[in-house]
Each structure stands twice: as C-alpha cells, then as structure tokens.
C-alpha cells in the first residue's frame, strides 16, 4: 500500500510517502520567515504553508518515484497545532484523496510523535513488541504514557505548565539565542559545564519526599525559567557571555535530568523492559547520552528515532495511518474531518484499540 502523509500543524510543511512499509520520501521545508519575532506567527505560518504545500507534495511524490494514481491513501495532521496551519495540510489532504478517489485518514500528531518508533527507518527496523513507556517531548507537549501491546495508551504524566521544548526556548531567549533556541542550546552545552550553576528540577527525588515523589510523573517546568530569569538578573552581562557555554549545560542538565529520571521510573514502576523517547526534544544529544546510559543500567530497551524523525516530518504521519489501517479500525472516505488545536487524547486513540 502507498500512503502519502502530509503534516503541517506548526511551522514545518512535510510530505512524505511510505511504499508498502518503507519511507520513499520524507520532504520537509521549515518556514525561516519566524525567526526575527522569536517563535512562530500563526497567521504567517499559515500563509508559508499555502505557499509551498502543492512543491512539497509533488517533490515527496516524485522522489518516491512514483505518479499520484499510485497512491492508495492519504493521510494528514488534524491536529493538535495551530487551526490555521493545520486547516492547510487537512483541506489539501481531504481534497486531493476525493479527487483521486482514495481514503483519507486523519492522524493525531502527538500520537504520530508518540509512535515515532514505529517509523521504518531502515529495513532493519526494529519497533517494539510488547508494552513500552513513552515519553513525547516536543514544543508544545510534555507527555508520558503507558503503551499497551495492543497500542492502546493511557497518559500518566504531562507537563503541569510548559513543554521540555518550551523550557529550552524561552530560557535560551532569555540569553538572547534565535528561535527555535533547543538546538542551540545543545550545541552551546556541548563544550560547557552542566554542575556550573544548579538549576531547580521539580517534581523530582531531589525535590521532593522520596514516597510523595514515587509515582508522581507529572512534570513542571516554569519554576526553572523564573529561575533562569532571576539568576541573569543578578549577573553582568559581560559574566553571562564569558560563561554562556556553562549556562546552556546547566540549564540542558536540569531538563535532561527530570525527563531521564521520570522515564525510567515509569518503566519501573509500570513494570515495563522498553521506552521510547520522540518528539523535537527527543533530538537533544544530552538526552539521548542520558537515555542510553540509565536504560543500560537499568536493562531498559530504548527507542528513539533518528533526529529528522523527532522533529516535525510527515513520515511519522503516514507511519501511523499504516499502523491504524493494518488494525482495521479507521473510517474510510471521511473527507469531512475537523481540524483541533488541543491534544485530543480520546479522539484517535479509540481508533487505535
Ligand atoms: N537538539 C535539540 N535540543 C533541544 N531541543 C530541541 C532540539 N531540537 C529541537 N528541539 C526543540 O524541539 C521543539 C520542536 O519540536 P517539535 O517540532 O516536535 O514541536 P512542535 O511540533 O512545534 O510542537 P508539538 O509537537 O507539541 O505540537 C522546539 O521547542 C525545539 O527547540
Ligand atoms: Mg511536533
């Protein structure tokens, strides 16, 4: 089966084609037209992905090499993202599996995040088998949730404020980085010091009782930014850009460090051998040291997809519609599907039982 994703629910506008269970093409165009106001306009991110929707299409399906009358399926993000921006992708996506005659299937994008590990990568992929923890960390989302073997999920623990992703953002604009700051910040850190400054990790064993913190797997991150903001203030200028390499580390070392030691303790707690860790933050070269290492010490398998698959791409979309599919549970020919902007757990995945 040939299934075309589209994704369009922030500031990427992906197409991607998946040719009976391999990636033939995975097109991403990221909108640079945000940069100066430092995040994304909704309305411009709109209008970039109007622009360039019909070139990224065609590319994704030419480079699968193959013609639209071989496609046997749509797919595209409904949401959560922004409505105006997700309406693009879903409107065209609707439109053109009616024209051609196929089905459209509607895809949630924090679950494709969340089964990122199922993408085929390479033909050696492995996905995993039996029940795993995942924890999706992205711009908007911090989730971590309990996957059954029948990919019927239950969150256990969110983000009580801001998303990891957010935490890097706004504290690395508070050092005056360009957006998005995350991966600026973890090449900053790479030759900084994470024990410079010790940043607050909440919700955590060192914040907490040990027994009020065992099964806690909810995270907060607003605390750290204010105390980022407080702790520049109190320091020159000149002091910040001498040891901007060592803030970054610390700052990247207080996010890291809550995400690795929930995860894990949720794998303990729900008795469970894997993890899968997705979603933009997932692409952090500290978090996937600290991943791998405290899954070895642990005996934990650990999923986590290759760095163009953690951040918005449309192969994670039409990877999840074939997994929908081969359950057998999704409508077909539903071209009247509304688009959201918050994540919608219950939405899809029913579809997904
Ligand atoms: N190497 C990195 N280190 C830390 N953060 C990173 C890295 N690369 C990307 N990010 C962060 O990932 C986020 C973008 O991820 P993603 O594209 O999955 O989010 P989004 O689609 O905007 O939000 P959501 O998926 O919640 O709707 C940004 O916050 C960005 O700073
Ligand atoms: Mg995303």
Redesign the pocket.
């Known amino acids: 089966m040939n299934i075309l994703g589209i994704e369009t ?2 500031d ?1 506008t992906s197409a991607a084609v998946l040719l009976d269970g391999r990636i033939g093409s995975n097109v991403i165009s990221s909108q640079r037209c945000h940069t100066s106001f430092g995040g994304v306009v909704p309305e411009l991110a709109s209008r970039e992905h109007e622009r360039t929707i019909v070139s990224i299409v065609n590319s994704a399906v030419t480079e699968a090499n193959i013609t639209k009358n071989e496609l046997d399926c749509i797919a595209a993000t409904s949401g ?2 922004l409505i105006g921006a997700v309406m693009v992708g879903l409107c065209f996506a609707e439109g053109m599996a009616f024209a051609l005659g196929i089905p459209f299937v509607p895809v949630n ?2 679950e494709a ?1 969340m089964f990122s590990a199922f993408i085929p990568e390479s033909p050696e992929h492995k996905s995993p088998e039996g029940p795993f923890i995942s924890l999706t960390v ?4 911090t989730l971590l949730s309990l996957v059954r073997e029948d990919l019927s999920y239950d969150v256990i623990g969110k983000t009580l404020d801001d ?1 990891a ?2 935490a ?2 706004k504290t690395g604009k508070m050092l005056g980085l360009a957006y ?4 600026v ?2 090449r900053l850190a790479a030759s900084g010091n994470p024990h410079f400054h010790a940043f607050p990790r909440a919700l955590t064993s060192s914040s907490q009782t040990s027994r009020s913190y065992r099964g806690n797997f909810d995270f907060s991150f607003s605390g750290l930014k204010t105390s980022v903001q407080t702790w520049l203030q109190k320091h020159t200028a000149e002091f910040i850009q001498t040891h901007l390499h060592d803030i970054a580390a610390s700052v990247q070392y207080a996010i890291v460090s809550v995400l690795t030691e929930k995860a894990v303790a949720a794998a303990r707690h729900f008795r469970t051998d894997a993890i899968s860790v997705a ?3 997932s ?3 500290a978090l996937r040291t600290a991943m791998q290492e405290a899954c070895r010490h642990h005996g934990i398998r650990l999923y986590i997809p290759g760095t163009v698959y953690s ?2 791409n449309a192969a994670m979309i039409a990877s999840l519609a074939a997994l929908m599919l081969s359950k057998g549970t999704v409508r077909k020919n539903n071209y009247d599907v509304a688009p959201f902007a918050s994540f919608a757990a219950g939405a899809i995945k029913a579809s997904l039982k």
């Open positions: 629910s922030c990427e959560p993202g994008h924090i995040h992205s711009g908007g989302h998303a992703g957010e890097f953002d998005p700051a995350g991966p910040i973890d979603g933009g933050v692409a952090n070269s951040t918005d």
